[in-house]
């Protein structure tokens, strides 16, 4: 996408709010600042794009809601795979995180 149409644009206008709220309301213009409200403005685009391109395709008929939403669970499994094997010792549950420290101090990445 080339040019951001003026809704897209306003709605980007949510990643200044979203980086101050993460970083601190006092902070102006820094690097960090500016890296936390681009990443901000990408998700928040992305989610944008993957909801209209669900849409489009829901509505075309390629497959129904129930499909995608029982794919959206295959594919957060495998997400979740991932990164339990990029953080040994960490286990999402449903309340939360669960952290094995005697794990993750055999695999050393928390020094």
Same mark, same amino acid.
């Given at each position: 996408?080339?040019? &951001?149409?003026?809704?897209?644009? $306003? ?8 980086? =101050?709220?993460?970083?601190? *309301? ?7 600042? =500016?890296? +936390? ?5 990408? $998700?928040?685009?992305? $989610?944008? %794009?993957?909801?209209?391109? !669900? ?19 295959? %594919?957060? %499994?495998?997400? %979740? ?5 990029? *953080?040994?010792? +960490?286990?999402? +549950?449903?309340?939360?995180? &669960?952290?094995?420290?005697? !794990?993750?101090? $055999?695999?050393? *990445?928390?020094?």
């Amino acid at each position: 996408m080339s040019a &951001l149409t003026p809704i897209l644009n $306003r709605l980007c206008n949510w990643s200044a709010h979203l980086a =101050r709220w993460q970083l601190g *309301w006092t902070r102006d213009g820094d690097a960090e600042l =500016r890296a +936390v409200q681009s990443a901000a403005e990408a $998700r928040l685009l992305y $989610r944008v %794009e993957l909801n209209a391109l !669900a849409g489009l395709l829901i509505q075309k008929g390629v497959f129904t809601r129930l499909e995608f939403v029982a794919q959206l669970d295959v %594919e957060a %499994e495998r997400v %979740e795979e991932t990164m339990e094997g990029a *953080w040994p010792g +960490v286990k999402a +549950v449903d309340g939360g995180l &669960l952290y094995d420290l005697k !794990a993750i101090e $055999r695999a050393g *990445w928390m020094k």
